[in-house]
């Protein structure tokens, strides 16, 4: 049995933070019914490197945090709606959405509303700024949180800076913190048995991603800088090989004491970080003639067997090419998915366990695919429920 089995989870989340979250404990067993507008799906279903799949509404970025989820309609602007939504949370341990601050208070949808009809749901709110502060009705993306946040000012090289970080690092870390902080309300709330309010701000998890930098900027007013490749020591920074880049992490002083004695260079072996920055330049030009001689895979193996950290600058596939990947299970392909033409990979989770962790049970689904399923449970006729396509509440 899974961690989170028998736990229902209402997500009420679009585009990659909040869906990631409700995702990640979908894959430990929690029922995670997926909540879309009739006339507004996630924006996450038309987004992605196919184009094919986001006009069917099942783009790379919907089926990456898609699986293990049943997804229905409701307008929840309608009256209707709401209850239907009443009555899903009653039946519900967690609500996870991702509106604007005060949106689902206006509607009659906020913690305090719903927890008179479940004293023990746990309610997440996910979004740009927090539910506190005078920024938290704005609005933003990834991008403008690396923007806001500092990490694109410390992003780059001196020449070209600043820089946005290739992936959406912030959604998604975003969407991991939200797991961990729903599966702490979860176990809090088996202990007490009362429910939860959790504020999710992106703009938090961007300053934790910075969090030594925040604490040395805090202690001496020093700004992080964008040193692109270079690093505080010379040997653990990134290199030009024969053929490639390579990226040694010799970073500490056991570490370049070892760096140095396989490189027959006893010389350069330091006793102490300071004289490892005093004698920087001359390391580095060392390393820099040395490494030219080889290319980059053959530096990678020789280092790694003499236990000096070190790889070759990889691209994506290159990297999902690894068999390590393969080893620890870290995807899953849907091999026959509706509305999925040929095979689709997607990620799991970053951790295994022993037994009974996480795994994909159901592939995404298509928009609405499990509304007249969902209502039938909650007592629902099919007559109730043409009726209430009918006046477009579904």
Request: without cysteine.
């Amino acid at each position: 049995m899974r961690p989170f089995e028998g736990i229902r989870i209402i997500d009420i989340t679009h585009v990659l933070a909040g869906p990631f979250a409700a995702y990640q404990l979908g894959l430990m067993g929690a029922d995670v019914i997926k909540v879309e507008h009739p006339d507004d799906p996630d924006q996450s279903r038309d987004t992605g490197s196919d184009n094919d799949l986001n006009h069917a509404g099942m783009g790379t970025g919907f089926l990456t945090q898609g699986s293990n989820k049943r997804a229905i309609t409701l307008n929840l602007k309608t009256e209707q709606g709401r209850e239907i939504l009443k009555k899903l949370v009653a039946t519900a341990d967690v609500l996870v959405e991702n509106y604007r601050p005060g949106a689902f208070e206006a509607l009659g949808l906020g913690y305090e509303d719903l927890r008179k009809i479940n004293p023990k749901l746990i309610y997440a709110s996910f979004s740009a700024f927090g539910q506190t502060g005078p920024k938290r009705e704005r609005t933003a993306y990834d991008h403008v949180i690396q923007s806001t946040s500092g990490i694109m000012a410390m992003t780059g090289t001196p020449a070209v800076n600043p820089i946005k970080i290739g992936a959406p690092a912030i959604d998604y870390a975003t969407g991991t913190m939200g797991a961990y902080a729903l599966s702490a309300a979860l176990f809090q709330r088996e202990r007490t048995g009362q429910g939860q309010r959790i504020d999710m701000a992106m703009l938090d998890v961007a300053m934790i991603l910075m969090a030594s930098h925040v604490t040395g900027y805090m202690r001496n007013g020093k700004h992080p800088k964008p040193n692109g490749n270079r690093m505080p020591h010379a040997t653990s920074m990134a290199y030009p090989t024969a053929d490639g880049m390579v990226m040694l992490g010799a970073s500490n002083l056991r570490q370049q004491k070892r760096l140095w004695t396989v490189l027959e260079r006893p010389d350069l072996i330091k006793r102490t970080n300071d004289e490892r920055e005093e004698d920087f330049q001359r390391e580095h030009d060392t390393l820099a003639a040395v490494l030219l001689t080889r290319p980059a895979a053959e530096w990678e193996e020789w280092f790694q067997a003499r236990h000096v950290p070190a790889s070759r600058v990889r691209t994506m596939g290159e990297a999902l090419a690894d068999p390590q990947i393969a080893a620890r299970n870290l995807l899953h392909t849907h091999e026959d998915a509706p509305g999925i033409p040929g095979k689709a990979t997607v990620p799991v989770a970053a951790f295994r366990f022993a037994h009974d962790g996480p795994r994909v049970d159901r592939p995404p689904p298509r928009f609405s695919q499990h509304t007249g399923e969902v209502l039938g449970e909650l007592g629902y006729t099919q007559a109730d429920i043409a009726a209430l396509k009918a006046a477009k509440v579904i």
